[in-house]
């Protein structure tokens, strides 16, 4: 199958590698409490975010050779970093990965990360040939979980304080889209709003 071909556009974004540039709005996304509120990982130091980029810089391809692949998401009209989303490989062999997304608050409320998230949904499935995309989130993660259900995600599980996640036992939510239910959506979308050759 064809690998993708970066950079990635849609409607109103830019979806691209990280570049070594990237640091100072990274560091501003990943070191808010806000942000980690409801990940695994806490406010990153300056020099903590250095590492997580340096390990994307080392990212380039779409083949999920290092099992994950996060892509900057850039505003197509200014290229400010808006936040990323990525996949990373649950299984090969059942061809299953997890998607994710992280955004910076200024920049909540307009759908980005829905509409990034879409396309990476299409990269999973169309480029990649996954089989299954899931998302996983914190019970409490209100804001996660309505990106996973515009983007027609089924709740499939609803753990209870199943994970010890700095210092609290938090749930987990696990939301999930096979390909075929994907691709019925893509046909099915045309119609939303109307029949073709309506005005
Ligand atoms: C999770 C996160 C990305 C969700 O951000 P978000 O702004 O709620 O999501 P979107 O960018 O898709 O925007 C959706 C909102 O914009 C509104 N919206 C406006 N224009 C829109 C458009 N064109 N398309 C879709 N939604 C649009 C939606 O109605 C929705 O509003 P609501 O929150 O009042 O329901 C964000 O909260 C975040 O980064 N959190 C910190 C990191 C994190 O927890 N990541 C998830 C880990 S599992």
Request: charged share 25%; glycine share 8%; no cysteine.
């Amino acid at each position: 199958m064809p690998p993708p071909t970066f950079p990635i556009t849609t409607r109103r974004l830019v979806l691209r590698l990280f570049t070594a540039d990237d640091l100072d709005a990274l560091w501003r996304i990943q070191s808010r409490e806000d942000v980690t509120r409801y990940l695994y990982w806490g406010p990153r130091t300056r020099q903590e975010v250095e590492e997580a980029l340096a390990d994307r810089l080392s990212w380039t391809a779409v083949d999920l050779e290092h099992h994950r692949l996060v892509l900057a998401v850039t505003l197509a009209a200014t290229g400010e970093l808006l936040g990323d989303v990525g996949l990373h490989l649950v299984s090969q062999e059942h061809r299953t990965v997890e998607l994710g997304y992280i955004f910076h608050p200024d920049h909540a409320g307009r759908g980005y990360a829905t509409e990034s998230a879409r396309e990476m949904l299409r990269v999973a499935f169309e480029d990649l040939g996954m089989h299954r995309v899931i998302a996983r989130l914190d019970g409490a993660n209100t804001a996660s979980a309505g990106v996973a259900e515009r983007l027609g995600m089924r709740r499939e599980a609803h753990f209870v304080r199943n994970e010890y996640v700095r210092g609290r036992w938090t749930d987990e939510l696990v939301y999930a889209l096979l390909a075929d239910e994907w691709r019925s959506a893509q046909v099915a979308e045309p119609f939303v709003g109307g029949l073709p050759g309506d005005a």
